[in-house]
């Protein structure tokens, strides 16, 4: 028997949004979410790391896909590159005022739907996965990208991206949790092939292939990102729900 279509499956049961890191790739995962609400299939809770854990703490907090897209395209830099000698480009003190200012909650527990995310946890060299406390340090650790931003101390300790060794977001998903996962393809500078997505039982993973590349100096590019995953992300609902859903 054929699979479902990947929207009559989300409509099956409640599902979780899990949004992997990639540099500046919030812009297309806030298209991924605008899509599912066009489509009315909200999802019930968010994992994620990095620019994941940004756009997921964002919507877990009360922010409609659409607004953040509107939110984004207003980003400008001089927002958050406050460059300063230490151990990185950035100090991040800017980055974590525009946090503050963006987020609709300033906890995990005052978000109306549940989050988690990944942060990398510099002396113990491992993963640890947030899902309480203030949120926007926690966002701040996640998205500390190594040699951009200073690492950020939470319970006194240094922490860094979460994508370093958590890079699909996955770390705080539940055995048998029923996932739709977006998967920003990475490659290498020297043209390694791209990152695989994830691979678990009841986790279906969007792939877009060459999105627009976003970042500090490619802001500009930010909204063609936002519309081009929000629309593959509709074609996609009317695909086969496999475990690996690409769209070009």
């Keep these: 028997m054929s699979p479902p279509r990947l929207g009559s499956w989300l409509a099956e049961a409640p599902f979780t949004l899990s949004l992997s890191s990639g540099f500046f790739g919030f812009f297309a995962h806030a298209g991924v979410l605008a899509a599912l609400e066009d489509a009315g299939l ?53 980055f974590r005022r525009r946090l503050e200012q963006a987020l609709p909650q300033s906890t995990f527990e005052a978000c109306p739907r549940p989050l988690q995310m990944s942060v990398y946890d510099v002396l113990a060299r491992e993963t640890r996965v947030l899902a309480r406390g203030d949120l926007a340090p926690a966002v701040q650790a ?47 500078r020297r043209g390694d092939a791209a990152s695989p997505p994830p691979a678990r039982r009841n986790l279906k993973a969007l792939v877009f292939a060459r999105l627009p590349r976003v970042g500090p100096f490619r802001l500009d590019e930010g909204p063609r990102a936002f519309a081009e995953a929000r629309r593959r992300t509709t074609r996609a609902l009317d695909a086969p729900a496999v475990a690996q859903v690409r769209m070009r």
Excluded: K, M, N
């Excluded at 922490?159 to 539940?174: K, M, S, T, V, Y």
């Design 142 to 188: 996640s998205c500390a990208v190594p040699g951009l931003f200073w690492p950020v101390r939470l319970d006194g300790r240094p922490h860094l991206d979460g994508g370093i060794l958590d890079r699909p977001g996955l770390a705080g998903a539940r055995p048998g949790e029923r996932i739709l996962h977006h998967h920003l393809e990475s490659r290498s």
């Design 42 to 94: 909200p999802p019930q809770r968010f994992l994620g790391a990095s620019a994941g854990a940004l756009v997921g703490a964002l919507a877990a907090g009360g922010r409609s896909g659409a607004e953040l897209g509107t939110l984004l395209a207003a980003l400008r830099r001089p927002e958050f590159w406050d460059p300063a000698p230490g151990p990185g480009l950035l100090r991040g003190r800017r």
